[in-house]
């Protein structure tokens, strides 16, 4: 089991924690990684964009002028797409953009993406994040001692003050632990955890 150390805001180390092989060790796998990102980008399509066909557009059904004798091309219906104010031939109809990965496949990624941050020195433990006001001021100076410019903070229980004092902050994002998910961890630098929250990941994800 590897090793982490655990620091509290002031950049304090206070003790370690060791983190389940089962979950933190686990062989990296780059298309299982980017399998689960593009189904997890798909999910947020939402498929709606429609056009009308020839069938669907208002107009008149009569020959716009006779067949023959007048020197132009034959035409036929308004709605033709290939008239202004026609219909549109092949264009968009709602769908959907969902792509399903099983279960397994997604846990699997969820462990590789944590294995991925502690090998590369990207994850901090801290045994608690509580700020004693709902100001950003406090938690970019956490931030700074740390030297940390973009992460993902993940907690397990509701923070307001924390909620509140990060959320107009560019580069992070605050997480619960039931939240944590493979996009997340990989399009953030470093991985802020706390303690408790550790523990809760590790549980539901072994087995």
């Not at 953030?188 to 072994?206: N, P, R, T």
């Amino acid at each position: 089991m590897a090793k982490v150390d655990v620091y509290n805001i002031n950049n304090e180390k206070i003790s370690e924690i060791e983190l389940s092989d089962e979950v933190f060790n686990v062989p990296v796998k780059g298309h299982i990684l980017h399998q689960v990102v593009v189904s997890q980008l798909s999910h947020k399509r939402t498929g709606t964009a429609s056009t009308k066909s020839r069938s669907e557009v208002k107009a008149s059904t009569r020959k716009l002028w006779r067949q023959k004798g007048t020197g132009r091309a034959r035409v036929g219906s308004a709605s033709s797409p290939t008239r202004r104010g026609g219909g549109v031939a092949f264009g968009p109809r709602p769908r959907s953009y969902v792509k399903r990965v099983p279960r397994k496949v997604r846990r699997l990624a969820l462990k590789m993406a944590l294995t991925d941050k502690l090998q590369n020195n990207r994850l901090l433990v801290l045994d608690g994040f509580e700020l004693p006001q709902p100001k950003t001021k406090e938690f970019v100076n956490v931030m700074k001692r740390f030297e940390l410019q973009n992460g993902l903070i993940v907690i397990d229980n509701k923070n307001e003050n924390l909620d509140m004092a990060s959320r107009n902050v560019p580069g992070f994002k605050l997480l619960r632990n039931e939240g944590i998910n493979v996009y997340d961890i990989l399009t953030h630098e470093h991985l802020v955890c706390v303690e408790s929250a550790i523990k809760k990941i590790e549980e539901a994800l072994k087995g």
